[in-house]
């Protein structure tokens, strides 16, 4: 996990290829509304291992005609230069080093002058030895690239030679990532993110009253109240400072006018070149509606224990793991392996980078911690976790709660501890219990608001609240034998060093868990309810990745989801949806159907029936925040308080 961020100032900038109606502001020079030293705090709150930074200037060579400049480009190590009629591109990196051997320090620079800072994680595509950091292996296989494949040129001159474009080498990436790179050779800068928005990165358009265009994986901690206050003054709208930068990869090209000599640049869009990525972005379904009789016939089979459609021997597998079950469906199978193996890909130690030395014994480090509710989705996640995990390791589940022990969240966790430690006895599990009072929560919740930023909603707060606590890992762990109740454990004040955290994000949006998909099934049966699931998993970049990635990553752990994994989408995607869910059936039964059979498999019984609940609701901050700023739950729910944005008055 990195903190990325890139400031370009100098150059007119044409967004006319991606905005139907977009000018193109004179370029001027322009006082952030922050200070690049905010910035550069923010980032490190991400990326605690190092922090770095390089400026590239673009010079036009004077030595020729207006009509033939050319540009000449400088790169430095973020000192000043006086020399007119100049591009500068300001790159910023911090770093959570979680792969390699070696420390590495963003931004990285080749000796072709290419520059890379790069916040992500590749787990397939490319090929990433054990020993090496993945941004080194990347910067090295772009440096491989050619440059036709920029704005400059229609087609790739170079194909047929071997050599990959830009776009071909971040299309074949499985895995999250966000990246600026500076390609030296063609003049062009590349940016992107995933084509699932896993890695936040923020965009500031060039507009009249700021013609700078900006990149970020999180606004600056005081960048709300500053933006707050220049928009007062500049008449800008706060909502359109910073937005989500939608996913994809794009490119700006420099170059010299001819009409005066400035720096003018077109920034383009490009398609994937991945075209089994590129199957997954349309989230299409060959399965949608059942045929006649085949939905009763599953659900008979259910009820007796056989979950498969179709009772054939070429379609049913011995499982070994359940006791109580004698066969579990293909389907279940593929889905259990396809996370199996997603969990072992982001939990695997020979691959995470041992940064800081700890002065506790080995087996009591908790290298990956689960954000855990005791619900379905962190269930199954944590019992994966077991399997890939050497048992000497704890593992830390961490739990908030704005109620204590009464918060429904609270109960399923400790209920959920009990169960993990009955399938995993040699296992050391650690519920790390964090207790938080809303009212309490000043200071807090105004560096939230920034981390949420675009985002802008109550319900984003509360999530953006819970998570960032939760992700934090300061709470109480609850040791020895339960007597009677809770209050004869010992409790004992801990603090997660876990620097990578398991979410259980995209479940729910590819199993049908939310209470909106029953009622477009109900609606408009089959049909509508794939329509529903296909728009949330197209949308979930902007509703919520990147906001749960910045308000996780300002603790300095990586939020990693493993639900979201591209072998795990294609598998879920291949199955009937009938299989995956089946909403004429009753709540904890029917919706995300196939998971709690996973869960049935891994020996989570209790888990595979609980009824599904959100955070926000779990810990019951939605709670407080309704009684704190709309006097009770009554009347925050007469003005769908989720919904409500928030006022500057709200953050005093």
């Known amino acids: 996990m990195c903190g990325i961020a890139l400031i370009i100032s100098g150059v007119v900038i044409d967004l006319s290829s991606i905005f139907v109606d977009a000018t193109s502001p ?87 002058k290419n520059i890379l800072v790069y916040n992500g994680e590749i787990f397939g595509g490319i090929h990433v030895e054990s020993d090496r950091n993945d941004a080194e292996v990347l910067m090295r296989t772009l440096e491989q690239c050619c440059s036709c494949n920029s704005n400059r040129e229609a087609t790739c001159l170079c194909k047929g030679s071997g050599r990959c474009s830009v776009v071909d080498v971040l299309s074949a990436i499985k895995g999250p990532w966000a990246l600026s790179y500076w390609q030296d050779s063609s003049r062009t800068l590349w940016f992107g993110r995933d084509a699932f928005g896993r890695r936040s990165l923020l965009v500031h358009w060039p507009t009249v009253e ?26 800008i709208s706060k909502l359109n400072f910073w937005e989500e930068l939608p996913c994809g990869i794009y490119s700006l090209s420099m170059d010299v006018s001819n009409l005066d ?14 075209p089994l990525l590129k199957e997954l972005i349309k989230w299409e379904r060959i399965l949608v509606n ?83 509710s005791g619900g379905l989705d962190s269930m199954i996640l944590a019992a994966l976790l077991n399997e890939c995990l050497d048992p000497k390791y704890d593992i830390d589940l961490l739990n908030v709660s704005f ?10 966790a400790k209920a959920g501890v009990k169960e993990l430690r009955r399938i995993a006895p040699l296992r050391r599990w650690k519920l790390v219990e964090i207790d938080a009072d809303l009212s309490n929560l000043i200071s807090e919740t ?35 034998i339960t007597i009677n109740n809770d209050e004869d454990q010992q409790g004992v004040k801990y603090n997660s060093k876990s620097r990578i955290i398991l979410v259980g994000s995209g479940a729910d949006e590819q199993c049908a868990g939310y209470g909106r998909h029953r009622t477009k099934y109900r609606n408009g049966s089959w049909l509508g309810l794939h329509e529903e699931m296909k728009l949330d998993m197209q949308r979930i970049w902007k509703r919520n990745l990147g906001r749960d990635d910045r308000c996780c990553a300002d603790n300095g752990k990586e939020a990693r989801f493993p639900f979201l994994d591209e072998d795990v989408i294609r598998t879920l995607l291949d199955i009937p949806l009938w299989e995956i869910a089946n909403l004429g059936q009753p709540s904890g039964t029917g919706d995300k159907k196939i998971l709690r059979e996973v869960a049935k498999i891994l020996g989570l019984h209790e888990a595979a029936v609980l009824p599904k609940r959100a955070i926000q609701f779990g810990s019951r901050i939605a709670r407080e925040s309704n009684r704190k700023n709309f006097g009770s739950n009554r009347a925050a729910n007469q003005a769908s308080a989720g919904s409500v944005v928030i006022g500057k008055q709200n953050l005093t």
């Open 446 to 480: 105004k560096h939230v608001m920034s981390l949420i930023s675009p985002a802008n909603t109550y319900m984003d707060l509360n999530i953006g609240i819970a998570l960032w606590l939760a992700a934090g890992g300061d709470g109480w762990v609850y040791e020895g």
């Open 290 to 372: 059942p045929k006649s009789g085949v939905l009763h016939l599953s659900v008979s089979q259910s009820h007796e224990g056989q979950q498969n459609m179709h009772p054939t021997c070429s379609d049913m597998v011995s499982s070994e793991s359940g006791p109580n079950q004698a066969s579990v469906s293909v389907y279940v199978q593929k889905v259990l392996n396809a996370l199996r193996k997603s969990v072992m890909q982001r939990s695997s130690l020979h691959t995470i980078f041992q940064a800081v030395a700890c002065d506790r014994r080995q087996e009591e480090l908790s290298p990956v911690a689960v954000l855990f």
């Open 210 to 235: 700021d013609p700078q265009l900006l990149l970020s994986s999180v606004s600056p901690t005081s960048s709300v109240e500053q933006i707050s206050d220049f928009e007062a003054q500049n008449g």
């Open 403 to 412: 109620d204590g022990k009464f918060a429904p969240d609270r109960i399923s």
């Open 261 to 274: 000599g400035g720096f003018v640049g077109e920034v383009k869009k490009h398609e994937w070149t991945n």
């Open 26 to 112: 004179k370029s001027r020079q322009e006082e952030l509304v922050f200070s690049v030293d905010d910035l550069k705090a923010t980032l490190r709150r991400r990326g605690p291992d190092s922090l770095g930074c390089k400026k590239v200037f673009l010079y036009s060579n004077t030595s020729t005609s207006l009509q033939e400049q050319e540009l000449v480009s400088v790169t430095e190590d973020c000192i000043s230069t006086s020399v007119n009629y100049r591009v500068e591109l300001l790159f910023i990196g911090a770093t959570l080093q979680l792969r390699g051997l070696n420390p590495i320090l963003q931004p990285l620079q080749d000796s072709s």
